[in-house]
């Protein structure tokens, strides 16, 4: 599932890795994709799933790294791929959800979104549902109108439908994947003009409130990292990052801010644009635009505690386990030739692992037990385990 749980906190529940075992950490296999491979791998029933952006989504043995199914010519993928009992669920940027069984990779259905929308966002398994978000195509060209999609698990058949403007006018596009804390809300960033967090019923996809991030609206300031849901002295509260280097944190029955605060400058394709993680005792931001690196933030009002510096973009969306942080570094742009995969101190920031390599790694490392995956621009998924 991707970052760990519903709640998008990137602190997987299966993880076993702790700081004395990263610091041992070494290859386990490598396999190659026709593509970058953006999205965080699936770990699940001892098989690896991603997908990548030449069409392929394939599955291999977590111990060896033996391809035992492939997919291909579906489209581009930049999500990552989501697993409920016996079925996989992934989409892509031609806007497409595909239905697969997790054994052999057989179709089970497709979906189709409206014409010349993509899907950038990870689909969400709930209950008997797959959830989908939908915006434009990369550039905006053309605009499409931002939606949300309730699919029936089973066969793919739209369930409930929701536009994000009430209008359904072009615009407030969904490339951000959806939270549901544990009162069954769900929570979702949208795009220009209204650039904010949309919280819905996942059940039926009625709106419950939608909270701008700025002052000023129609500035392209797109939130498309996933929401983080947890609980801050008392009350349900949601954490969101966003392009324009914003972090806040609202009250999640009502969407008021809890606090905001700006950690870097930001921009339209850089700023805090990965998903943040959340430990229960802080908030993990990795920012792509300088200064770059990794920060931990107080949950009650957001100060600093600490900045990893790398000294290359963050893209990839943390993972969190047992006192470290865990993510990659690399351009999106692939004006930097090379990315690395890093595991700091979740206490103080400090290096206790890191690997160089040669593409940059956008995607978010995945970990189950002491098992790392992660993939990177040139469509290698690199598995790393301690050595004894």
Request: glycine share 14%; hydrophobic share 45%.
């Amino acid at each position: 599932m991707y970052r760990g749980d519903l709640a998008r906190d990137g602190h997987p529940p299966a993880a076993t890795l702790d700081v004395q075992a990263v610091s041992r950490l070494g290859p386990s296999w490598l396999a190659h994709l026709d593509g970058a491979v953006d999205g965080t791998p699936a770990v699940i029933a001892g098989l690896v799933i991603a997908g990548s952006a030449g069409g392929t989504l394939a599955a291999f043995d977590a111990r060896t790294g033996a391809t035992m199914w492939a997919r291909h010519g579906l489209g581009a993928i930049a999500d990552s791929p989501a697993v409920a009992g016996d079925r996989v669920f992934v989409g892509t940027l031609t806007g497409r959800v595909y239905a697969s069984h997790i054994s052999g990779g057989d179709a089970i259905w497709d979906w189709s979104a409206p014409p010349n929308a993509a899907v950038w966002a990870s689909p969400v398994a709930y209950r008997d549902l797959v959830i989908v978000g939908v915006s434009s195509p990369y550039g905006d060209i053309p605009l499409v109108p931002g939606r949300l999609f309730g699919l029936d698990a089973a066969t793919g058949r739209v369930r409930w439908t929701v536009c994000v403007r009430i209008d359904c006018a072009p615009g407030d596009g969904v490339w951000s994947t959806p939270a549901i804390d544990g009162h069954g809300v769900a929570f979702v960033g949208v795009g220009n003009p209204d650039d904010g967090v949309l919280a819905f019923d996942p059940s039926t996809g009625a709106r419950k409130w939608l909270a701008g991030l700025y002052p000023d609206r129609d500035l392209d300031l797109d939130v498309g990292a996933a929401p983080v849901t947890f609980e801050l002295e008392g009350r349900e509260v949601v954490a969101q990052a966003a392009v324009e280097g914003l972090f806040a944190v609202l009250d999640a029955a009502t969407g008021a801010f809890v606090w905001s605060r700006e950690i870097v400058k930001g921009s339209a394709v850089h700023g805090l644009i990965a998903s943040p993680a959340y430990d229960g005792s802080a908030l993990y931001a990795g920012s792509a635009s300088p200064p770059t690196g990794m920060y931990a933030l107080s949950p009650a009002d957001g100060s600093v505690r600490w900045r990893r510096d790398t000294g290359q973009p963050v893209y990839s969306a943390p993972a969190v386990a047992k006192g470290l942080v865990l993510f990659g570094t690399g351009a999106v742009f692939g004006d930097l030739g090379v990315g690395s995969l890093l595991a700091v101190s979740a206490s103080d920031g400090h290096v206790l692992w890191s690997r160089d390599v040669h593409s940059a790694v956008r995607s978010g490392p995945a970990i189950a037990g002491d098992l790392v995956v992660v993939g990177d621009n040139a469509g290698e998924v690199m598995a790393f385990r301690p050595r004894s």
